[in-house]
């Protein structure tokens, strides 16, 4: 049973990465995964913040959510650059 559901995951991976824009997405999603836990590991082993008042734990979440906001800015931007270039390219 478990070579099955490896066979399948294996086959699927292989169908995913074989279409260009299903690989692109998948290798954006483990980079996203990745980061992701980067940046817990690095919340879980720093001792930063435990010194901060409650008025610097607020304001240190106000600029972390305007970053994060940035940075879904700069995302959105640059897919619709691809998709601009992929419209005239294709």
Known sequence: MLKIIISVAVVGLAAL?????SREWL???VKALSDTLLLRLL??????GSELTRDGKAEQRSWREQRLRDLRGLALRSRQRQQRATEKGG
């Open 17 to 21: 990465l074989s279409l260009r824009r």
């Open 27 to 29: 290798l954006e999603e």
């Open 43 to 48: 919340d879980w082993t720093s001792q930063f």
